[in-house]
């Protein structure tokens, strides 16, 4: 196990197993990682004016008190009665208000509550069990968000399979200067599989870590994980009624704290590409005693965020704006153009680079995946949900199940 000691944070920590388990006020009072990241502080440089965010997932309840007037005209995708704001579990609107919720009538404070929203509904495995769905809402969600004006996108849900499509839409995202966060899924106890698109390169795989600052056993782990966020005790609509706070845990909780401090630290400088706001991120990230310098955690990836680190010390450097920190590759900087659309349920082909164009990571100094200290142990895994494929409406489409993961 990666001991992220808290002390050392001043920060957040990730998710967990079970989604939901008792019911709980919500708000602030029992948002344990505002007061260790030290929002006051955060606060008074920014509250993530300017940005907006695009959130991936079962739709944004707008009319919820926390995010009135925090949500902005997006788009819904899945192909079955209602739009973007017609939440059909709760999970959107509930990481909505972690990114930007304002905590208005006691609910759910933001990370960043000057930030926007700007929803995007598609469908997960229960809906697609009950309806017939557009089989390509992920990969045209992506795209969508991709050419908005939003410059994060937060996906907090995912499949254990792959789709071609999927990651090059993914890639074009990243080319067009936007980060994306995606959970990496809460199934390291349950086979620790894969789960995309948090595993696409292009993506930033955000792991769960738990108040001690200790990666979650159920957060799903491996050689793609890139950074983690508290994902543990951690308030979210118990149901689609809106009727009251139950304490979660997952991944999905931490991808969208992640997508909250992408927010902040692009808000302070809104000059800055996402390769330089990525990097700051990972140069600033939390980590634990005996981690090896240059060193990847697959538990954890760089560490746990922290943005009051650049914030308030200005710890982490922005470096190339057009190399991506995570990949090492020219990409999503200042001079990309935008590419060409392709028809829907297809995208064009990821740019290739040559060596040259792939230094290390930021501060390794050797490959970009090496083990950190902690790697040897095996006993923390992600759970996250099981993945099935199912036939739609006799049309020979086969869409890839894909689970909240909290």
Same mark, same amino acid.
């Given at each position: 196990m990666l001991p992220v000691v808290a002390a050392a944070l001043c920060t957040v920590v990730g998710a967990t197993g079970p989604a939901i388990a008792a019911p709980t006020a919500g708000g602030r009072a029992d948002q344990w990682y505002l007061e260790a990241m030290h929002?006051?502080? *955060?606060?008074?440089?920014?509250?993530?004016?300017?940005?907006?965010?695009?959130?991936? #997932?079962?739709?944004?309840?707008? !009319?919820? /008190?926390?995010?009135?007037?925090?949500?902005?005209?997006?788009?819904?995708?899945?192909?079955?009665?209602?739009?973007?704001?017609?939440?059909y579990t709760g999970h959107g609107t509930t990481m909505?208000?972690?990114?930007?919720?304002?905590?208005?009538?006691?609910? *759910?404070?933001?990370?960043?509550?000057?930030?926007? *929203?700007? /929803?995007?509904?598609?469908?997960?495995? #229960?809906?697609?069990?009950?309806?017939?769905?557009?089989?390509?809402?992920?990969?045209?969600?992506?795209?969508?968000?991709?050419? !908005?004006?939003?410059?994060?996108?937060?996906?907090?849900?995912?499949?254990?399979?792959?789709?071609?499509?999927?990651?090059?839409?993914?890639?074009?995202?990243?080319?067009?200067?936007?980060? *994306?966060?995606? !959970?990496?899924?809460? #199934?390291?106890?349950?086979?620790?599989?894969?789960?995309?698109?948090?595993?696409?390169?292009a993506a930033v795989a955000v792991a769960a870590t738990d108040p001690e600052g200790v990666v979650a056993k159920f957060s799903t782990n491996g050689t793609t994980t890139d950074i983690s966020a508290p994902g543990v005790n951690i308030p979210g609509w118990c149901d689609a009624t809106f009727t009251k706070y139950c304490t979660q845990k997952g991944t999905s909780p931490a991808a969208a704290l992640a997508s909250a401090t992408a927010a902040l630290i692009w808000s302070k400088h809104?000059?800055?590409?996402?390769?330089?706001?990525?990097?700051?991120?990972?140069?600033?990230?939390?980590?634990?005693?005996?981690?090896?310098?240059?060193?990847i955690s697959k538990y954890v990836g760089h560490g746990v965020v922290r943005p009051n680190a650049h914030l308030t010390r200005g710890?982490?450097?922005?470096?190339?704006?057009?190399?991506?920190? #995570?990949?090492?590759?020219?990409?999503?900087?200042?001079?990309?153009?935008?590419?060409?659309?392709p028809s829907e349920g297809s995208a064009e082909k990821p740019e290739s680079s040559s060596p040259s164009d792939k230094p290390a990571l930021a501060g390794s100094t050797g490959t970009a995946r090496t083990a950190d200290a902690g790697d040897t142990d095996t006993g923390y895994l992600i759970g996250g949900a099981v993945a099935a494929v199912v036939l739609l409406g006799g049309a020979g489409l086969f869409v890839a199940r894909r689970r909240r993961n909290t």
């Open positions: 929002v006051d502080e *955060i606060w008074k440089s920014t509250k993530g004016e300017g940005i907006k965010v695009a959130v991936i #997932d079962s739709g944004v309840n707008s !009319s919820v /008190p926390s995010l009135r007037g925090q949500v902005l005209k997006g788009k819904d995708l899945t192909g079955v009665e209602g739009d973007e704001t017609d939440d909505a208000e972690l990114i930007a919720g304002t905590g208005a009538g006691g609910g *759910i404070q933001g990370l960043a509550p000057a930030a926007k *929203i700007i /929803p995007y509904r598609v469908s997960d495995t #229960d809906l697609q069990n009950t309806q017939k769905v557009n089989g390509f809402d992920m990969q045209q969600a992506i795209r969508a968000a991709a050419d !908005s004006d939003a410059k994060v996108i937060n996906i907090s849900m995912g499949s254990e399979y792959s789709s071609v499509a999927e990651e090059e839409v993914v890639e074009y995202a990243q080319r067009k200067g936007k980060l *994306i966060f995606a !959970s990496t899924g809460n #199934d390291a106890q349950r086979g620790n599989k894969e789960n995309f698109p948090a595993a696409y390169p809104p000059e800055w590409t996402g390769n330089q706001v990525l990097r700051v991120m990972f140069e600033s990230a939390g980590r634990g005693e005996g981690w090896k310098p240059g060193s710890l982490g450097k922005p470096g190339d704006p057009d190399v991506s920190p #995570d990949t090492g590759e020219r990409v999503g900087g200042k001079a990309a153009a935008a590419t060409p659309k």
